[in-house]
């Protein structure tokens, strides 16, 4: 599911504002042909980066959503990607927002080095100052939510909801396999193991959604002075 898609799903028509919505990234590391693939990546999607944020109304409750975009690069998180998402989060706590955040990545991106590995930490950070000051993050596992970001703020939701059948973990049960050398269990690392274990509260298919997330907002005190 694009990211435009999954916004038009949440929000309500005609009160998405974006953020940050020209924050790209460059070539820091100078990485072969990166640059070359960049520039394809934005033509073909029609994106700056794999990350949009907003801030919008859900069932007319404001809230900042960022949803990451698995056709840019396969949702990587890179310099900008993360940038994007501390700054919507700052934005979050600045306004006493609810934040959600729809999460599809392969991991962090490899053409950025370590610079996409801070990201992790950085993302991190942002998400426990806005808790510590008491704002509600909602955080939404998709199809597939690995590497740094599931290692990161993917899963530091307050509340953790996930779509059926989303391949959900650090790394894939391909590598895993490879390395220990035995087979897995049936349905390792999806939705349903990981609501079964404990790490997903909820699983919530598409058509479910948004009256889920207005339920919950509502639930947490959200909208009921809007009236």
């Known amino acids: 599911m694009s990211a435009?898609?999954?916004?038009a799903a949440t929000f309500d028509a005609g009160t998405m504002a974006?953020?940050?919505?020209?924050?790209?990234?460059?070539d820091p590391l100078s990485f072969p042909g990166y640059m070359t693939k960049l520039t394809a990546q934005r033509e073909k999607t029609g994106m700056p980066?794999?990350?949009?944020?907003?801030e919008g109304q859900i069932?007319?409750?404001r809230a900042v959503v960022c949803v990451l975009d698995c056709a840019f690069f396969m949702g990587s998180m890179g310099t900008?990607?993360?940038e994007k998402i501390a700054l919507a989060v700052e934005h979050a706590q600045q306004h006493r927002l609810p934040l959600i955040i729809f999460s599809a990545s392969g991991g962090a991106r490899m053409q950025e080095g370590i610079l996409s590995l801070m990201q992790m930490a950085k993302t991190s950070a942002a998400i426990a100052a806005f808790q510590d000051a008491g704002g509600l993050y909602i955080s939404v596992l998709t199809h597939p939510t690995t590497g740094g970001v599931a290692a990161s703020f993917a899963s530091l939701g307050d509340i953790?909801?996930?779509?059926?059948d989303a391949l959900i973990g650090f790394a894939g049960p391909r590598v895993i396999e490879q390395t220990i050398g035995q087979k897995l269990p049936e349905g390792f690392q999806r939705s349903e193991f990981q609501q079964a274990h404990g790490f997903i509260d909820q699983i919530v298919p598409r058509e479910a959604m948004k009256p889920t997330l207005i339920q919950l907002l509502k639930l947490h005190g959200y909208g009921v002075n809007d009236a």
């Open 80 to 82: 900008a990607v993360g």
């Open 18 to 26: 974006e953020l940050n919505a020209q924050l790209v990234g460059g």
């Open 4 to 7: 435009a898609s999954r916004l």
């Open 59 to 61: 069932g007319g409750i």
């Open 160 to 164: 953790m909801l996930a779509e059926p």
């Open 49 to 54: 980066e794999a990350v949009v944020t907003a």
